[in-house]
């Protein structure tokens, strides 16, 4: 599915990270951080000598996206892709005291307080993040969507 999606993609489109943000929370701030530089750095234009000399330049992956800051709860709709981005062993950190995805999606309804903050969310290429590890982060903003992949 993503080959199509990459194939009928609009030229100048970019990609949308979203961060589930909460502004009382350390981690999250850290996380908005480090997103929001790496979105103003990806869209600083090259200096003439950068433009013209591409032979220092490395296959990065992706640095151009749209930062999406929600300081509310997912839908239960990307609540389900992010949790099947991340694997039912991270439903826990998702969802305060999850034991699975369907426990975590029964929490969830419950009670839209037991999502867990911060999480960036790559919609385009399936990723997710959990929490402010910068590395972590910044492997998601450079992902190089995977050929062939569904």
Same mark, same amino acid.
């Given at each position: 599915m993503n080959v199509f999606k990459n194939l009928f993609k609009e030229r100048g489109v970019k990609d949308v990270i979203t961060l589930f943000h909460s502004p009382s929370s350390p981690a999250s701030i850290r996380a908005h951080t480090i997103l929001k530089q790496a979105a103003g750095n990806a869209q600083s234009t090259a200096t003439i000598d950068q433009a013209a000399d591409h032979s220092k330049q490395s296959k990065t992956g992706r640095t151009d996206f749209e930062l999406d800051v929600v300081e509310g709860a997912p839908t $239960?709709?990307?609540? $389900?892709?992010? /949790? #099947?981005? /991340?694997? !039912?062993?991270?439903?826990? =950190?998702?969802?305060?005291?999850? $034991?699975? @995805?369907?426990?975590?999606?029964?929490?969830? =309804?419950? @009670?839209?307080? $037991?999502?867990q903050r911060p999480i960036a969310v790559?919609? @385009? =290429?399936?990723?997710?993040?959990?929490?402010?590890? #910068? @590395? #972590? /982060? *910044?492997?998601l903003i450079?992902? *190089? !969507?995977?050929e062939g992949s569904a």
């Amino acid at each position: 599915m993503n080959v199509f999606k990459n194939l009928f993609k609009e030229r100048g489109v970019k990609d949308v990270i979203t961060l589930f943000h909460s502004p009382s929370s350390p981690a999250s701030i850290r996380a908005h951080t480090i997103l929001k530089q790496a979105a103003g750095n990806a869209q600083s234009t090259a200096t003439i000598d950068q433009a013209a000399d591409h032979s220092k330049q490395s296959k990065t992956g992706r640095t151009d996206f749209e930062l999406d800051v929600v300081e509310g709860a997912p839908t $239960t709709d990307q609540l $389900t892709n992010v /949790l #099947e981005y /991340l694997g !039912p062993n991270k439903a826990g =950190n998702v969802v305060k005291d999850a $034991t699975g @995805s369907s426990d975590a999606m029964r929490k969830f =309804n419950a @009670s839209a307080n $037991t999502f867990q903050r911060p999480i960036a969310v790559d919609w @385009s =290429n399936g990723r997710a993040v959990v929490g402010d590890d #910068e @590395s #972590e /982060l *910044i492997k998601l903003i450079r992902a *190089i !969507p995977k050929e062939g992949s569904a």
